[in-house]
């Protein structure tokens, strides 16, 4: 599952070679769009909401020392065992443990970024814990051998036939049929049998309540919780920053997370969970893996608001076009390009460039982070530093050169616009990324320049 | 020092200047009936509805559309028709359950989930792995919206509770919708009153 190290720009590329996909991918994520602003729409103090969830997640970080003492005090006297990990090695290894000290070796697992963010399942594997993921889209992309394309949709780049002859391979379906009620009975009675049968399960934390020790999983294929409540031991992993002070603030999130993330107005399961089962042993990883450094950064701090719904994905014009993978890091899309830099700089310098800026991502975000600023952010420090993808470098430059005189902007358009018209193969060929898979636009006859200059008055 | 020391430490570092928890004012539409709004958003998300005024209907609509298959309920007026007793039963032998019928504490209108506690429950896998369930609220126990349920729950004291909203679902296979992806294949909504 490792990919060589390619960046944004190549891996787009790979994505782009086929078009009808492409096509199918952006429209799709708009329909997602869509449908999300339909059912905010719906509700009458939604930008309140907003406002709401942004400002309790400031007073969260702000005072994040505390809460993280007082969940931890509340979910230990509710009988569950907490731990801390300070980077992705020590919370695989904890998970590690916990399963050889019961002798289980094989797992199920419900959906959790911070597994994928910590590469759980490659490391148990290594260790010769079987694991399998229950999420019908994670449990396809893990018989594909390829990580989540999109934290919300997991396999949102695959066909159903590329579906269909997976189930075909590995779960013993019709080959040829990729009718999509068949393929997900298929794996509702493989998932079954794996639920039945493992002992343990991990599963990640949507919300954690400071205030009780509960913690909130949310799904709509109840897989959480067919999971959590068969096996002997439950592990849900978190990161330091999902926690919120009270239970009813999960009144302003709840609201917010499913409409958000697929326009639906709740997801069908928003399982509580407060304490373990009778013989049910229940465990709590707190992870930091970068969090604190983040929390740090005054410019990015607010990243760590995220609720993980996705909706950033789903508006972003580069996201749609260049797929998930083509960010190679857990988290994609815009939200993936803020966080991934404060893990490696150098390793992701790539991620904050995959973006036209448009803002599109933080008018959806309901959290209110400001994403496309913090993309701006993140590329003068990854220049600053010396990271800067060669690419950018180069083009940069060029327009330093054109924006520091009027005359160059101005000529420079002029000579664009005469170029597309008249000698349109010079920018139409591969030196022009814009250019791979696309016509370029037709040329407005009058650029923006000359357009307020004639009709200003 | 410990993983937990550090990473305490850390955060007492590097966290903000204190910001006061924000006072949040819910805004609740007036004269809206919540029954109907209740109604209109389950039938969207593809759960059935019935109206009774009383447990024999219930009891009339299980017979007369599970004649099949293994019933659970922890509602002793339905101990003639359905296992009433399966509180101690190891979870797994639950796998063959055609149908669960549970209480719900209450309903929301604004998306029709309901709010159901490990003691309506039985079993806290009950509502998850039957292949149909059934959940009873009364017509006077639907809230508007979420800020409402949490007012009702309080400080309520549970170990496991649950919104269910709808059929178990899943869109993963090129968004097409598919009911019954682990859980229930429907949710039947019996409003009581
Ligand atoms: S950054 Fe905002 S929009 Fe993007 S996934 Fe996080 S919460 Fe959702």
């Given at each position: 599952m490792i990919q060589e190290l390619k960046h944004h720009a190549t891996l787009a590329d790979d994505f782009n070679q086929n078009e009808d996909r492409v096509?199918?991918?952006?429209?799709?994520?708009?329909?997602?769009?869509?449908?999300?602003?339909?059912?905010?729409?719906?509700?009458?103090?939604?930008?309140?909401?907003?406002?709401?969830?942004?400002?309790?997640?400031?007073?969260?970080?702000?005072?994040?020392?505390?809460?993280?003492?007082?969940?931890?005090?509340?979910?230990?006297?509710?009988?569950?065992?907490?731990?801390?990990?300070?980077?992705?090695?020590e919370h695989n290894q904890i998970v590690l443990n916990i399963l050889r000290e019961k002798e289980i070796n094989k797992l199920v697992k419900s959906k959790s970024m911070l597994t994928e963010e910590c590469h759980l399942n490659d490391f148990l594997a290594e260790n010769g814990v079987d694991v399998i993921d229950s999420d019908l889209g994670e449990r396809i992309v893990q018989l594909a051998e390829e990580p989540p394309s999109h934290i919300v949709l997991p396999c949102i780049h695959k066909k159903k036939e590329e579906i269909g002859q997976?189930?075909?391979?590995?779960?013993?379906?019709?080959?040829?049929?990729?009718?999509?009620?068949?393929?997900?009975?298929?794996?509702?009675?493989?998932?079954?049998?794996?639920?039945?049968s493992r002992k343990a399960t991990v599963t990640g934390i949507n919300f954690a309540v400071a205030e009780t020790g509960e913690f909130v999983v949310c799904t709509n294929e109840g897989n959480a919780d067919m999971g959590a409540h068969l096996a002997d031991v439950h592990i849900a992993c978190m990161g330091i920053e999902k926690i919120i002070p009270e239970r009813k603030d999960l009144g302003v999130f709840l609201r917010l997370l499913a409409r958000s993330a697929t326009g639906q107005p709740i997801t069908t399961y928003s399982s509580h969970f407060k304490k373990p089962r009778e013989n049910q042993e229940m465990h709590i990883i707190l992870v930091d893996n970068g969090r604190t450094k983040q929390l740090g950064r005054e410019d990015f701090r607010n990243s760590l608001k995220c609720i993980r719904c996705g909706a950033c994905m789903n508006t972003c014009p580069v996201y749609r076009r260049s797929g998930g993978h083509s960010y190679h890091y857990a988290i994609t899309g815009p939200i993936g390009a803020i966080l991934a830099p404060n893990l490696d700089m150098e390793k992701y310098a790539d991620l904050p460039f995959a973006s036209t800026l448009c803002g599109s991502c933080t008018n959806v975000c309901p959290v209110k982070i400001d994403i496309h600023q913090q993309l701006y952010k993140w590329r003068q420090v990854i220049v600053q530093s010396g990271y800067a993808p060669k690419a950018k470098v180069l083009s940069m430059k060029a327009m330093a050169f054109t924006f520091s005189s009027p005359f160059v902007y101005h000529t420079a358009g002029k000579m664009g616009r005469a170029v597309l018209k008249y000698a349109p193969f010079t920018v139409n060929n591969k030196f022009n990324p814009w250019y791979k898979q696309r016509d370029m636009p037709e040329p407005p006859s009058a650029s923006f320049g000359e357009w307020y200059k004639k009709n200003r008055n | 020092m410990s993983s937990k020391a550090q990473i305490l430490a850390a955060v007492l570092a590097n966290q903000p200047a204190k910001l006061p928890q924000p006072v949040f004012e819910p805004f609740s539409p007036q004269g809206q009936n919540n029954l109907d709004v209740f109604v209109k958003t389950a039938k969207g998300i593809g759960s059935s509805l019935h109206f009774f005024s009383g447990m024999q209907e219930v009891k009339n609509l299980i017979t007369s559309s599970f004649s099949v298959g293994r019933i659970i309920s922890p509602l002793a007026e339905l101990s003639d028709i359905a296992e009433t007793d399966f509180a101690d039963l190891d979870a797994h032998t639950l796998e063959n359950v055609e149908l669960g019928v549970f209480k719900a504490h209450f309903g929301v209108a604004e998306n029709s989930a309901l709010w159901v506690t490990e003691a309506l429950l039985g079993k806290r896998v009950s509502p998850f792995i039957c292949q149909h369930l059934m959940l009873l609220v009364n017509k006077t126990a639907i809230l508007q919206n979420m800020h409402q349920a949490y007012d009702s729950i309080g400080e309520a004291d549970y170990d496991f509770g649950t919104f269910i909203a709808g059929p178990s679902k899943t869109a993963d296979i090129e968004q097409s919708l598919v009911l019954g992806a682990h859980g229930p294949r429907s949710l039947v909504i019996v409003i009581l009153g």
């Open positions: 096509g199918w991918h952006d429209d799709t994520l708009w329909w997602i769009r869509e449908k999300r602003d339909k059912i905010a729409w719906q509700v009458p103090d939604w930008e309140l909401l907003r406002d709401a969830a942004s400002n309790i997640k400031d007073h969260v970080l702000s005072n994040l020392n505390p809460y993280l003492v007082q969940f931890e005090a509340n979910a230990i006297a509710n009988g569950i065992t907490v731990h801390w990990a300070a980077d992705a090695a997976l189930f075909h391979k590995h779960l013993g379906t019709p080959e040829g049929n990729s009718d999509p009620q068949l393929l997900t009975e298929a794996a509702r009675h493989h998932l079954r049998e794996t639920f039945l | -």
